[in-house]
């Protein structure tokens, strides 16, 4: 059974063909890495030691592979230059692996770039130290970042010894992958890439070797892999696990498959003809008794001329499993109670009509020469007919809205019906928009807001018909939304209407207008073109100007979540100047302004203050939030 990684998290590409460090451990076409040792820090001053419960969040997944573990034992120190694959880059030295020893005025030369005409890098360039009250701004360290040599690695094992699983611990504060190795094997017709992770702690120090062949990142925690060999001798097998946020807990890679529903983590094994799965819940760390399912008739149908393909399973009410293809296809449903496929009424060659809708079934079918004897068709796990609607919206994560000729129908997760209105009730619309746990009906009066009860809120006689943009922030659902209405040419209006409240906000003539991730303030991007920007960040309540700066062409802008707080962070990357400035989206401080090293431009997370990057080579740099480098690792390449 094909395994799949499903992808909940949030990778953040800043920008592509960014400057790479030159470490001369990695080749243009991808990183190289080993096993990490410990390394000798280039920190100014002595760093605290104490295990710290803070760090940066990592957000970025793998694709699965196959490749066995590549990491090598610890060596000594070299020059970054003349690192090779029999060379591993890091020096095992008898440092206390609880911390970084202290060099200050003895470490090596490092090779950040300055952006002036002869290259190098001016001790004097003025850094913003911040002024936050918690002493948690980000004071950055100009004299360590010089032009003349690649940064040092700087890698602190919480073993001297090799790491080969992960050790479950309360005193990491959050716990973060890093790429450990990166390659490829060449194939006839293809070229198949691998990769191999490790974890970090709030510290830096590294606490798990590269065993991982790939992970998935999840609100509480990350799922991982594992590839182990065969006893049989054929394929490899393959093992998933969860690893808590925290590192505190950890299932082992005891596994064949996992699936995700809401907080509820399934971790599932199979035998010749059952599988059996426990259910853990994320928040409360709960792992549920272990039940039995049979699937003969998964066996079979894969087995025999009617095999479908699917990615990954997803279990319903205890008894169904729906097997789920790209872009959430469903190819078949088994009753765990009998080990039999349910009958759907749908033909088989057609199953890849049929989308997975929370934990129902959509069959869709579209007649092409006639609109009219178009047809949809929604089913429970069961294989009931629930209903016949030509319109299936999901309205929240656990509510499905169903549009039929009378009425509108708002059933939960799995089919069950929550509410229903006549449809003669509401003013004759043309569409229905949702928007953070809203509906948007509209019509040639305004736009009608009803919520998921379909409680009449107001009217915003301001939009007519669909002429309005929504507004709302994809990453916190609690936030309030707004539409921003423009006229027949096009041309928006300078406010935005608040859909909770229908209060007006004033944005004069604001080109961009989006929610801040994380709070209910907006930003305001102004300007003609790329040419040259600038932005405001307001309040919501009263749209008093809380920051304002300017944004270059070359910049790109983007937020993070800092767990550690719960605090939201902007980031300002420009990839021409090689700067980044990191603004606390709740104090309205500059928590870093200065130049992240050696091109590591791709910021996976925040926590606590301290910055998890990366660079287009899979190199992995965290920055304490003192403005020093905690953990600098280069990846070990290896080709077929």
Not at 510 to 536: P, Q, W
Not at 561 to 588: R, V
């Amino acid at each position: 059974m094909k395994k799949c990684v499903i992808s909940l998290a949030l990778v953040l590409a800043i920008a592509t063909g960014l400057t790479a460090c030159n470490t001369g451990a990695a080749e243009s076409s991808g990183a190289s890495s080993a096993s990490a040792t410990k390394a000798t820090s280039i920190t100014t001053s002595e760093p605290d030691t104490t295990p710290d419960p803070t760090t940066a969040t990592s957000a970025t997944e793998s694709e699965s592979d196959k490749d066995t573990d590549t990491g090598s034992s610890d060596e000594t120190t070299e020059d970054p230059a003349s690192f090779t694959e029999s060379e591993p880059p890091y020096s095992d030295s008898k440092a206390d692996p609880t911390g970084p020893e202290d060099t200050s005025g003895s470490g090596p030369d490092t090779g950040a770039t300055d952006s002036s005409s002869d290259g190098s890098t001016d001790p004097s360039t003025p850094s913003d130290d911040g002024s936050g009250d918690d002493g948690s701004a980000v004071k950055v360290h100009w004299d360590v970042y010089e032009e003349s040599k690649p940064l040092v690695p700087v890698v602190h094992r919480l073993r001297e010894e090799r790491i080969d699983d992960f050790i479950p611990s309360s005193d990491y504060g959050q716990v973060m992958p890093f790429c450990a190795s990166h390659g490829e094997k060449q194939y006839e017709d293809d070229v198949e890439y691998s990769e191999r992770f490790g974890f970090i702690d709030a510290k830096g120090r590294l606490i798990c070797d590269g065993v991982f062949c790939s992970y998935t990142v999840l609100e509480k925690g990350y799922i991982v892999n594992k590839t182990v060999p065969s006893t049989s001798g054929g394929t490899e097998n393959w093992c998933s696990g969860y690893i808590s946020k925290d590192g505190s807990f950890y299932t082992g890679t005891l596994y064949d498959d996992t699936s995700v529903d809401d907080d509820d983590l399934y971790l599932i094994r199979y035998a010749s003809d059952t599988l059996t799965y426990k259910v853990l819940n994320m928040t409360s760390g709960k792992l549920s008794e272990e039940r039995t399912l049979k699937i003969n008739g998964i066996r079979e149908s894969r087995e025999s001329e009617e095999y479908f393909y699917y990615d990954y399973i997803k279990i319903v009410e205890n008894r169904y499993i729906i097997c789920v293809g790209e872009s959430l296809t469903v190819s078949g449903v088994c009753d765990g109670m009998t080990g039999k496929m349910v009958d759907f009424p749908i033909d088989k060659e057609d199953w890849h009509r049929a989308t997975l809708y929370e934990n129902t079934l959509y069959d869709y079918r579209y007649d092409f020469d006639d609109d009219s004897k178009t047809s949809g068709f929604l089913y429970a796990a069961s294989g009931e007919l629930l209903y016949e609607p030509k319109v299936v919206d999901r309205v929240s994560e656990n509510s499905i809205l169903v549009v039929l000729p009378d009425s509108l129908v708002m059933l939960d997760k799995n089919g069950k019906l929550l509410s229903t209105i006549p449809t003669n009730s509401i003013a004759p619309f043309e569409e229905i928009r949702n928007s953070n746990n809203y509906l948007l009906f509209c019509t040639k009066e305004g736009l009608q807001i009803y919520d998921t009860e379909f409680k009449y809120l107001r009217t915003i006689s301001e939009v007519k018909t669909t002429n309005y943009a929504l507004i709302y922030d994809y990453h916190n659902l609690k936030a309030d939304s707004y539409v921003r209405p423009y006229d027949i040419d096009g041309n928006y209006f300078p406010f935005i209407i608040n859909i909770r409240t229908g209060e007006k906000i004033d944005i004069g003539d604001a080109f961009d207008c989006s929610i801040v991730s994380g709070t209910s303030n907006l930003m305001l991007e102004f300007g003609t073109g790329y040419d040259k920007r600038s932005f405001k960040i307001i309040g919501a309540k009263d749209g008093s100007v809380l920051y304002e700066g300017e944004m270059p062409s070359s910049s790109y802008t983007d937020y993070l979540f800092d767990e550690a707080k719960s605090l939201s962070y902007m980031f300002i990357i420009d990839y021409d100047k090689h700067t980044t400035q990191i603004l606390d989206m709740s104090s309205m401080q500059l928590m870093f302004d200065g130049e992240i090293p050696s091109g590591f431009y791709y910021i996976n997370g925040v926590y606590d203050g301290a910055v998890l990057c990366s660079n287009s080579k899979k190199e992995t740099c965290l920055i304490d939030r003192d403005g020093k480098i905690a953990f600098l690792y280069y990846p070990m390449t290896f080709e077929d």
